[in-house]
């Protein structure tokens, strides 16, 4: 497709707020609560900052330079790129992982659609009386139910998506991340109320020194980081291609780091509180956010209420990130396929469903099924797409970056013509990432 006849977001506002929303997502609040409770709180902080910084951001602008300067998806811009080595072929992985995370980041999102609508109807009454861990894992076994919340996330992602770039993604980003931005507002303030505010603060951000000693913390803040910044997966290629060139590609970059870090820092701070103002346990893994909580709302005064507005926040999150998930695979097919917008988000929306259904049945009939240290099928997903894949082609794509594309050009395709600025981006993706990056992969890999 002619680069004139391309996509493109309708203002510079719309293509910030679209990428925060496909980086503001079940990341920062499912995922980032539970891993840092289980990676030392304030010492999974620091270390998760870190590589934020120093592996996300060169990344992020890496990222969306191949996208803007190629005006391709991200398949395509590396192609473009570099059509005769074997580095042509580093964005399909991207296009093949981001539809493995969608499969299992829908169903969980379905979990968050069927919480939102137990607070709404003020409904969670029933779940109080089989005890919430119980009800929890009643729900998520059952072969049917579940499936049917998943169901309805892809079915709200495909409309989304087959609505276009702008008219589609960009104009729902603009009506619901105002409105996201704000419901964290209102649950931050309500949570300095709680009598537990200042153990949750203290949880967060005091650090356990001791946890950083185990290269596990090290590898679960990058994948982390990776996973919360949507990193490494083509997303923010092909974002970046529906950029107009005049757009200043650093400054977004930096934005979006900071928006998603502070979203997710500010939900930690609603989150733990809550969980230590009813003498609960933060270490509870994934589950934190759907058996802790809920047990926290039905105490809480006025719980209703913030039950359903968190529940709210959490699907908006949800939605805005399967969008951009589902994006990379149809801009990949249209390009590649010559397939409609239409076709393509129905087409692979209908197929990433059916990848996703076993990750539901994981929790149901297809328990037994277990793998990497006895988790179950969506456990097994997400570590390997999270804590393998996504650092393994963040590699990939760095020393792309660093080495394979010339310096000039990258450095010019990322709006920093030699300046320290500049000198530092390109020492990052050619040294800093791709270092720390292998190191940490092949430490946890050898302490299991
Ligand atoms: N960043 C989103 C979240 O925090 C999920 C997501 C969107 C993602 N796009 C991605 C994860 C690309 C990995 C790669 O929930």
């Not at 919430?132 to 049917?148: D, K, M, S, T, V």
């Amino acid at each position: 497709m002619a680069a004139h006849m391309r996509e493109r977001w309708g203002s510079g506002r719309g293509f910030l707020l679209a990428t925060l929303g496909s980086a503001v997502g079940l990341g920062n609040v499912w995922r980032f609560s539970y891993v840092a409770g289980e990676n030392g709180g304030g010492a999974f902080l620091l270390v998760y900052l870190v590589m934020v910084f120093l592996v996300g951001v060169p990344l992020l602008l890496g990222e969306f330079a191949l996208g803007r300067s190629t005006q391709r998806e991200s398949a395509a811009a590396f192609e473009t790129l570099a059509p005769a080595s074997r580095w042509r072929h580093l964005g399909l992985l991207g296009v093949i992982v981001a539809g493995l995370i969608l499969a299992y980041y829908a169903v969980i999102a379905g979990w968050v659609l069927k919480y939102l609508s137990l607070h709404l109807m003020g409904s969670t009454q029933e779940f109080a009386a089989a005890g919430f861990a119980n009800a929890f894992r009643g729900f998520i076994a059952h072969p049917l139910e579940p499936i049917a919340w998943q169901f309805t996330v892809m079915a709200l992602t495909v409309a989304v998506v087959t609505g276009g770039v702008e008219r589609g993604i960009e104009a729902v980003s603009k009506l619901l991340m105002p409105a996201l931005g704000l419901l964290l507002l209102a649950l931050a303030i309500h949570s300095v109320t709680l009598p537990g505010f200042w153990q949750g603060v203290a949880f967060l951000l005091q650090p356990d020194w001791r946890a950083l000693t185990r290269p596990q913390v090290y590898l679960a803040a990058l994948g982390q980081a990776f996973f919360s910044m949507g990193l490494a997966m083509g997303v923010m290629v092909t974002y970046g291609s529906y950029v107009a060139p005049q757009r200043r590609l650093p400054r977004a970059a930096v934005t979006i780091a900071i928006g998603d870090t502070l979203f997710a820092i500010v939900a930690g701070l609603v989150i733990f509180p809550a969980v230590f103002s009813f003498g609960l346990d933060p270490a509870q893994g994934p589950a934190l956010a759907f058996v802790v909580l809920p047990e926290v709302f039905a105490q809480m005064k006025g719980g209703a209420w913030v039950g359903a507005a968190f529940f709210v926040l959490l699907a908006i999150a949800a939605l805005t990130s399967a969008v951009s998930l589902l994006e990379v695979a149809v801009a990949f097919a249209m390009h590649r396929f010559g397939w409609s917008r239409k076709r393509a988000s129905l087409g692979l929306g209908a197929l990433i469903f059916v990848l996703g259904v076993p990750a539901s049945l994981g929790f149901g009939p297809w328990a037994g099924l277990t793998g990497i240290g006895g988790r179950g099928i969506l456990d097994v997903m997400d570590f390997v797409a999270a804590n393998i894949l996504l650092p393994l082609n963040g590699l990939l794509i760095a020393v792309f970056l660093g080495w394979v594309w010339r310096r000039r050009d990258a450095l010019a395709a990322c709006d920093l013509p030699s300046s320290r600025l500049g000198r530092f981006w390109y020492f990052s993706v050619r040294y800093t990432v791709p270092l720390l990056v292998a190191v940490v992969l092949v430490r946890s890999a050898w302490t299991g």
